[in-house]
């Protein structure tokens, strides 16, 4: 059995492309594409040349002694919070500017809801010089100041979504419209695994760099390739895509999926997709999500931007449904806790989203000789007003 994508776009009964007619010709030009694209030997070495010397990959394995010794086990973290711009995200968004310049693109858009996805589009934008536009809810152009300062600084235009509740679903609308509107030269930068096919399967390879690296930086450290542990947090679920794709297929390897529970996952504040969620269509794909029982979309909540996300991406939905990974969903409050333990206890301040990751460790039992990897995808100085109004530090 494989968990990878099938050849009409699906995982399991999960994926696809459900769109407007009108959006057909510009993803069925993608979808005849990318993989031809993707392969070529030039395309691959324009990708790990800038991964290499613009993002500064391979990030670390990093052997956390301290961590390990509390919890009598093997914790390995992945540094993707060492990435340029501080997360993982800019893997995906390298991939997919040098993709949108071969199919002879010059305007890209996205659209971003913390912002974190548009200051990483920004910022490939300026290292091509093509022109970017960041359409965002109005209401989170208000909650994300420093990030709307910085798209503007990179060059981008960030355009407000005004309709509807004024945040990410708003932008994304608009966003499509907009591609709609422009299919000739505009390529649309999706940030994470979810969207119509082929974007899923698109994003995750290019986040693969991050189980590739981990299975050369073990074979290195403990002689062997295959973690017993390989844990990520989920919001859209491309870090966590990454960090699994090269063990999806070797069941010896135990995945599990971080997801937020905000106040608690039944307390109608959270973002606890696989817990909550049912079957629908969000941004183009079939997939978990979650809704009300007429089928609205639920407002999800998380104290960290990048998990507030009503559903999860294809490949995750279907690790559920299967079983193949384990899901946890992990509060607010647990993850707050070890955004300070980790910067105790290792000099790490995380990202508020992976801080979610780490929070395993106190829900799961690990044998000392289990090599257990947590996949650190982001720093946390951009949480850092999160962390001082909760901590009153
Ligand atoms: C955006 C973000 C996430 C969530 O996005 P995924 O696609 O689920 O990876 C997680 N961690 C950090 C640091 C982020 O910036």
Request: negative net charge; glycine residues 10%; charged residues 20%.
């Amino acid at each position: 059995m494989s968990y990878n994508v099938n050849e009409k776009g699906y995982y399991g009964e999960f994926g696809g492309a459900y769109i407007p007619e009108m959006l057909y010709p510009n993803v069925e030009e993608l979808r005849q594409n990318y993989l031809k694209i993707t392969a070529e030997p030039e395309f691959q070495a324009e990708f790990d040349a800038l991964l290499k010397d613009y993002v500064g990959r391979p990030t670390p394995l990093y052997f956390a002694e301290r961590l390990s010794a509390q919890y009598n086990t093997k914790v390995y973290l992945k540094r993707e919070d060492l990435c340029h711009t501080g997360a993982h995200k800019v893997n995906n968004t390298i991939g997919q500017i040098l993709l949108a310049k071969r199919l002879g693109k010059n305007r890209i858009i996205a659209e971003t809801g913390a912002g974190q996805h548009g200051v990483a589009t920004a910022t490939v934008c300026a290292l091509m010089g093509l022109q970017c536009i960041v359409y965002m809810g109005e209401i989170d152009i208000k909650r994300q100041a420093p990030n709307v300062a910085r798209m503007k600084m990179l060059g981008a235009e960030v355009r407000p979504a005004l309709s509807g509740s004024k945040t990410l679903k708003d932008a994304t609308n608009e966003a499509i419209r907009d591609w709609i509107n422009n299919p000739v030269d505009t390529y649309y930068i999706i940030g994470s695994v979810v969207g119509p096919h082929p974007y899923p399967d698109m994003v995750a390879r290019f986040q693969s760099v991050i189980s590739k690296e981990i299975k050369e930086q073990l074979l290195e450290k403990e002689g062997r390739e295959n973690p017993d542990y390989v844990i990520a947090c989920v919001g859209g679920g491309s870090n966590a895509a990454g960090a699994y794709y090269h063990f999806l297929d070797n069941e010896e390897v135990n995945i599990i999926a971080v997801e937020a529970a905000g106040l608690g996952v039944h307390s109608g504040e959270s973002a606890a997709t696989s817990a909550l969620g049912k079957v629908g269509v969000i941004h183009g794909s079939k997939t978990l999500l979650m809704q009300t029982t007429d089928g609205q979309i639920t407002e999800p909540y998380s104290i960290s931007a990048g998990l507030d996300y009503p559903g999860v991406g294809p490949m995750h939905a279907n690790l559920f449904a299967t079983g193949r990974a384990q899901f946890i969903s992990i509060t607010d409050e647990q993850a707050m806790n070890w955004g300070l333990k980790l910067s105790k206890m290792e000099g790490l301040i995380p990202a508020i989203e992976s801080a979610h990751a780490f929070a395993v460790l106190d829900e799961m039992k690990f044998k000392p000789e289990d090599i257990v990897v947590i996949n650190l995808s982001g720093r946390g100085d951009k949480d850092l007003n999160t962390y001082i109004d909760y901590f009153k530090l």
